[in-house]
């Protein structure tokens, strides 16, 4: 499961769309996007209620506390909406100790309310946490002890009699129209895959439940199954986090495959490198690099898996010993190849793109003074190995072969002998 945040605008429009079509629950909320493309009058000519009603506006950047952080305006017409944004639309903001321009925004109608609801659901491999309270918004978290909670194990089905501990204590007159609309929400949430749904407020207009503030992850692991249900859906990346050109590249590689092709720089000046097949690897090789205290030296977390063609693999090695090489500065470098022990994947032909890609960049290699370390197990590994092996006397590189003999965290503690090694 890979949780992705998505912005409230598409949560709210998922909500909506699959809520009717599940549990016969017409939701009536409207919402409009505004980024810096937006032209005002085509937007009001496709939601004309714009101009009609007042108006609420705040960022849709995947932060909370919108309220408290003064970016939330009240009761505007449409001119006062657009006004409020061209001043913040690219504004750097700081929220959580992370700073990014804000480039995205959520109008809503303004809705005149009196009573505010908490619901949260939540997903882990056991089941679902789900989560309501009477004293939902801004103050939810000092009212946390007022929050009712049930888990629903993943065999378990949820219905009235399992949902009424959380609003037993509601009046009777909507306790009823509550408990049908977390049924219904909870059916959507399935459905579509979300990992997890929360609205801190949603109200009551005309009796009617109606989610004034939301957010929402989906298992973008499902997208191959739901594509159609989720629609144009948009995974923003965390605010704050910007993508340079090297990770550009293996992001847009990655949502063109079927396999899993991961790249995060975490220091461009750091000394110990990876190139890591396999997501569980991947891990175990950046943690043990940070358990033996040279996490500064990390240079980066790399995953790939799902068995990518050659093609794939030498554009993503082209890359990735880009970032390896970058600047050499006389001092020892080392790259982790390899992972764990493959259950389907060929690792002599995933290896033929990165050994393409090795003798692309060997003057670099030489330059930044790499040694390598390969270890790798499963399909047709021993002639991945072999190449490998006979790639390092022809270039004239340090590179050193294992198989499943050796552990992944002694080839770690190698790489990091040989870079705080004398030169």
């Not at 016969?24 to 996007?33: E, F, H, M, N, R």
Request: net charge negative; glycine share 8%; charged share 25%.
């Amino acid at each position: 499961m890979a949780r992705k945040k998505i912005r409230e605008y598409d949560s709210k429009r998922l909500l909506k769309e699959h809520l009717k079509r599940l549990a016969g629950i017409d939701l009536q909320i409207l919402s409009a996007q505004i980024t810096e493309s937006t032209d005002f009058k085509k937007l009001v000519d496709q939601e004309p209620w714009l101009s009609s009603m007042k108006l609420v506006v705040k960022p849709d950047m995947l932060f909370g506390k919108r309220g408290k952080s003064g970016l939330v305006a009240l009761k505007l017409d449409l001119a006062e909406v657009a006004e409020f944004v061209k001043k913040r639309l690219g504004v750097e903001v700081e929220m959580g100790g992370c700073k990014a321009p804000i480039t995205t925004f959520i109008v809503e109608p303004f809705i005149p309310h009196e009573e505010e609801y908490y619901l949260s659901i939540v997903s882990d491999r056991l089941g679902c946490t789900i989560s309501f309270s009477e004293c939902g918004g801004i103050e939810i978290e000092e009212n946390w002890e007022k929050v009712k909670t049930i888990f629903l194990p993943a065999d378990k089905s949820l219905s009235l009699d399992t949902v009424a501990p959380l609003i037993a204590t509601l009046p009777l007159e909507v306790r009823g129209k509550i408990g049908n609309f977390i049924n219904g929400v909870f059916t959507v949430f399935q459905d579509l895959d979300f990992t997890f749904l929360e609205m801190n407020p949603f109200t009551l207009v005309n009796g009617e439940p109606y989610p004034l503030d939301m957010r929402g992850e989906l298992d973008d692991t499902a997208a191959f199954k739901n594509f159609k249900k989720w629609g144009q859906i948009e995974f923003p990346l965390p605010f704050g986090r910007v993508l340079n050109p090297a990770e550009s590249f293996i992001h847009e590689l990655d949502e063109k495959t079927s396999a899993s092709l991961k790249f995060t720089i975490l220091n461009p000046k750091g000394r110990i490198w990876t190139m890591v097949a396999g997501g569980g690897a991947s891990v175990i090789y950046a943690d043990t690099v940070g358990d033996l205290g040279f996490a500064g030296e990390l240079g980066n977390y790399a995953e790939y898996s799902g068995a990518p063609n050659e093609e794939e693999v030498l554009q993503y090695a082209r890359v990735v010993l880009d970032c390896v090489t970058a600047d050499p500065d006389g001092r020892k470098r080392a790259l982790l190849i390899g992972g764990g022990i493959a259950n389907f994947t060929d690792v002599a032909a995933t290896f033929n793109g990165i050994i393409r890609a090795l003798r692309e960049k060997e003057s670099k290699l030489q330059a930044a003074r790499v040694h390598i370390y390969v270890r790798r197990g499963g399909p047709n590994y021993q002639t991945g190995l072999a190449k490998m092996r006979a790639l390092g006397a022809e270039l004239g590189v340090p590179i050193e072969v294992y198989g499943p003999e050796a552990t992944m965290t002694g080839i770690c503690k190698q790489a990091i002998d040989c870079v705080m090694a004398a030169a």
